[in-house]
């Protein structure tokens, strides 16, 4: 697609339940990360894929978080158990590099996930 | 850790000249960028410098001074779609990573008014 899209675009869940958030980057980008915004806040990363391979988790808040990328292009980020504080705008975004050159990362619309 | 700065809130005319600024500390600097976003959208990319000096893009321009931690986004000819976030982000290549994760402020909320 022209650019990365996330879904859903909005997603309410109970406390307790588990949730999936997909991304789809721009096609032929390697490098893949996902970012957490609360409200009034800048985004804060959680985790990057290059390709397949999950290089970064280190911004995973919790065991209860899980994002996979299996072929190298759709990335899917699970909760589980989900609480109250993990409401908040999951944004993905994609680069065609590895991140190590001048190349920006383009982000999705987002998915708002709202815990009740 | 990465401290990165920048206001809260400015507010501006239409057709005037504004300027966001950011600061920053970082222990690998690897180049900043600024990003715009309206509410409920996606970040888009405005700017990105990794050199001191001027980098100029139409109404928008960005300046990095790198001994300082210090950039700023300036907007020309202000019209009122520019009203959004602005968001400044460092990749910072600390403690022996080699990833570009960015570690962004926590935006700059622009009002233009007519």
């Known amino acids: 697609g022209a650019g990365v899209s996330q879904s859903p675009r909005y997603k309410v869940a109970k406390r307790g339940q588990d949730v999936a958030l997909r991304c789809d980057p721009i096609s032929g980008h390697v490098s893949l990360f996902w970012y957490q915004q609360a409200l009034g806040q800048g985004p804060e990363f959680l985790t990057y894929f290059q390709n397949e391979a999950q290089l970064d988790k280190s911004g995973l808040p919790s065991d209860r978080f899980f994002a996979e990328r299996p072929e190298g292009s759709v990335s899917t980020l699970k909760i589980q158990r989900t609480q109250q504080e993990d409401s908040a705008v999951y944004l993905c975004a994609s680069s065609q590099g590895s991140g190590t050159l001048n190349q920006p990362q383009h982000f999705g619309d987002g998915t708002r996930l709202s815990i009740l | 850790g990465q401290n990165i700065d920048q206001p809260t809130e400015m507010t501006a005319t239409e057709g005037a000249i504004v300027q966001i600024n950011c600061t920053y500390q970082t222990s690998g600097f690897n180049g900043l960028f600024w990003y715009q976003q309206h509410a409920g959208e996606a970040p888009t990319f405005l700017s990105y410098?990794?050199?001191?000096g001027l980098e100029e893009k139409g109404r928008f321009s960005s300046f990095l001074s790198r001994s300082k931690g210090y950039s700023y986004l300036l907007l020309k000819e202000l019209q009122m779609k520019d009203s959004a976030s602005y968001l400044c982000a460092v990749r910072d290549f600390d403690r022996g990573s080699t990833l570009g994760r960015l570690y962004f402020g926590r935006g700059t909320q622009l009002t233009v008014w007519p």
């Open positions: 410098n990794v050199l001191d």
